[in-house]
């Protein structure tokens, strides 16, 4: 597999999302998520992308014992302050503080069974934190070699500048996909003037775009999307005739929804990873194949045009207070 630079770290040219082996999307299946996980080492897919949210906890855990004695063939991303426990997006649900910077990540490394990160986000922007203070904690832990690279996630481009300007940011993670593009507004070209990666999550619109399902009635009923605005009443609707425009187009391609949607993201530039998220093997495979899917400009032009802005903000009204800051 090829592969692409988030600043200057290297990675594969797709990576893993492993969030939904162990929280939000409904049922999940260790042995399959261990499985799968197995196998994208085996398809060249080393970038995997996790969080101490997610579970909370579970998923790194899940993580360590997949990766026991192949820790060296792939490239672990990780996140804090985000403290699911806490109520709501305000005060000390999200804790950028120094002491929480070295805390969560020794609890990460223990959890995921490894002496380093390769790459540790900040998951949310704690707007009671300066950043330079977070970013001046990261920056002491790569010294330690306890981190590689850090990175932010959905960070306004002046954060992202103030945080460069302390210590080199390797990363920025953010929703993007045909369904989510307002990254392309500002946040990429500040990333692209400081020569930092995009690490693009959800590119298949959580779903909608990867063809597998044509209502929310065959969500699990725990799955945390039924409660998010896309996938609600009429922006449901709406977002499933968009999502039926890429299926066609695939379809005239002679590829599948997620591997159209999966080539359109990687075809916006080489500094771009998306990180589709999956708990089995038969997807992570479909995704894979999105590699081999060559568009033309015309193709890229054409994809764009069809497929218009989806119905809904893509986090309910408090998740959105924590994007863009």
């Known amino acids: 597999m090829n592969r692409r630079k988030l600043g200057d770290l290297e990675v594969s040219e797709i990576g893993l999302g492993c969030m939904g082996m162990s929280a939000f999307y409904g049922e999940t299946d260790t042995d399959e998520s261990i499985a799968t996980l197995h196998r994208a080492i085996e398809l060249g897919i080393t970038f995997l992308d996790t969080a101490e949210l997610y579970g909370p906890h579970d998923n790194e855990e899940l993580l360590g014992r997949a990766l026991e ?128 990666g995009l690490a693009a999550y959800s590119p298949l619109g959580r779903g909608f775009l990867s063809g597998r399902f044509s209502s929310t009635d065959a969500l699990d009923a725990d799955d945390w999307r039924r409660t998010q605005p896309r996938f609600q009443g009429e922006n449901a609707e ?58 033309s400009a015309d193709d890229l032009e054409q994809i764009a045009d069809a497929i218009g802005a989806p119905a809904g903000t893509r986090y309910d009204a408090g998740g959105m207070q924590t994007l863009n800051r």
């Open 69 to 196: 004695g192949r820790r060296d063939e792939v490239v672990i991303a990780t996140k804090f302050g985000v403290k699911r426990n806490a109520d709501g997006p305000a005060g000390r649900a999200l804790d950028g503080t120094p002491a929480n910077v070295r805390q969560s990540l020794e609890g990460s490394l223990r959890r995921l069974n490894t002496d380093h990160v390769d790459l540790y986000y900040q998951h949310r922007m704690d707007p009671d934190t300066p950043i330079e203070e977070t970013v001046g904690a990261l920056a002491e832990l790569v010294q330690e070699g306890k981190i590689l690279h850090y990175g932010l996630s959905e960070a306004a481009p002046e954060t992202i500048r103030r945080a460069h300007a302390v210590h080199p940011v390797a990363a920025v993670q953010s929703e993007y996909s045909l369904f989510t593009r307002d990254v392309a507004d500002a946040v990429l070209p500040t990333l692209r003037e400081l020569g930092i």
């Open 238 to 295: 709406r977002n499933f005739e968009l999502a039926g425009r890429v299926a066609d187009l695939a379809a005239e391609k002679g590829v599948t929804p997620a591997q159209l949607a999966l080539a359109w993201v990687l075809a916006e530039g080489d500094d771009i990873v998306p990180i589709p998220g999956t708990k089995r093997r038969s997807y992570l495979e479909q995704n894979a194949g999105a590699l081999e899917v060559e568009l």
